[in-house]
């Protein structure tokens, strides 16, 4: 992929490209290659829907991202970004001391398990069905995962009063949040629940303004899927 950012290989060109497969339509595959991009890493991506066999031949979910970097493969995006950040290890993106470190994977956990299905898989699967269907979206059924939300945002709000989510330093942790609150300011909603919250949007727009989210604005709607498949991004 060209990256519009400088990339550099390790070990003098020596070694083969990681190989990203996925869609930068998928936050995680976002996230990943955002990562990439800050380290200087040269990559391509392998753009495959879901449940591609590309992607059920590194994980048996067919989930996306995967990598391929020789004959070496792994599957979920932490997994490929710790991977990769101790492969090629400067600057360092997933910090090395304990206290950072557990920082840094409490924030990816979070946002992954718990702040990524809420928002996406629910709150803007909800708004994109509805849209499809040429329907106005039920509040009944958003306004009360708008309020969930919202104290989630409202926590990370707090959290982000030193700029970013671990010890004021630009960390794995704040590429993975970054293209999820891309995905807010698709809705009204939740675009106008982000700007309430002032750590947060600015969070957003200084993230917006790197070369590494420029240089990965996903296409439109979510990743395509291959066939009737029902893996997820």
Known sequence: MSSGVKPRSDGGGRRPLPHIFGSLASTFTRAVCMLCLEKGIEYRLIE???????????????????????????????????????????PRLIPQDSRRLGQTEQWVSFVNTHLDPLLIRNFLVTHIRAAAAGKSVDIDQVGPLLTRIRAD????????????????????????????????????????????????SDFHARMSSRGSFRATIPPPGPPPRFATDHAEA
Do not use: C, W
């Open 48 to 90: 495959v829907p879901l449940g591609s066999p590309e992607l059920r031949a590194i994980g048996p979910l067919g989930q996306m991202p995967g990598l391929r970097h020789g004959n070496f493969t792994l599957f979920e995006s932490k997994a490929i970004a710790t991977y990769l950040d101790t492969t090629f290890p400067h």
């Open 153 to 200: 945002l409202e926590f990370l709000d707090r959290s982000l009063e030193a700029g970013f989510l671990v010890g004021g330093e630009l960390t794995f942790a704040d590429l993975n949040l970054a293209p999820l609150l891309d995905r807010m300011t698709l809705v009204p909603s939740s675009r106008e629940l982000l700007q309430t919250l002032p750590n947060l």
